[in-house]
């Protein structure tokens, strides 16, 4: 059983900064990209960013030069530095993994339970 446990959300003034972290746990064999993903009130969720294994990084286009994502292999924990935040980055935020839980069978899509980040102006 494969879980994504998110942390880190809250209610931050514009301009402040928050960090979410996602950790993976449970049955894994490896965990290709990581990403987050955020979902406003009457909204589409939408991708904002994603970190592959190696590294390689991108970021939906309203959040480029303010959100930062990282991860740490060894902790199987995938972050997202917030900075500089706006009203309209108000939405659940919801970790995403593609883990194989074992070498027999090809990678599948998990999902975090969503954190909430309120951006007051």
């Known amino acids: 059983q494969v879980q994504l446990v998110e942390s880190g959300g809250g209610l931050v003034q514009a301009g402040g900064s928050l960090r979410l972290s996602c950790a993976a746990s449970?049955?894994?064999?490896?965990?290709?990209?990581m990403g987050w993903y955020r979902q406003a009130l009457g909204k589409q969720r939408e991708l904002v960013a994603v970190?592959?294994?190696?590294?390689?990084?991108n970021y939906a286009d309203s959040v480029k030069g303010r959100f930062t994502i990282s991860r740490d292999n060894a902790k199987k924990t995938v972050y997202l530095q917030m900075n500089s935040l706006k009203p309209e980055d108000t939405a659940v935020y919801y970790c995403?993994?593609?883990?194989?839980?074992?070498?027999?069978?090809?990678?599948?899509?998990?999902w975090g339970q969503g954190t909430q980040v309120t951006v007051s102006s």
């Open positions: 995403n993994a593609d883990i194989r839980p074992n070498p027999w069978t090809t990678g599948s899509r998990y």
């Open positions: 970190i592959t294994s190696g590294g390689s990084t």
């Open positions: 449970g049955s894994i064999f490896s965990i290709n990209a």
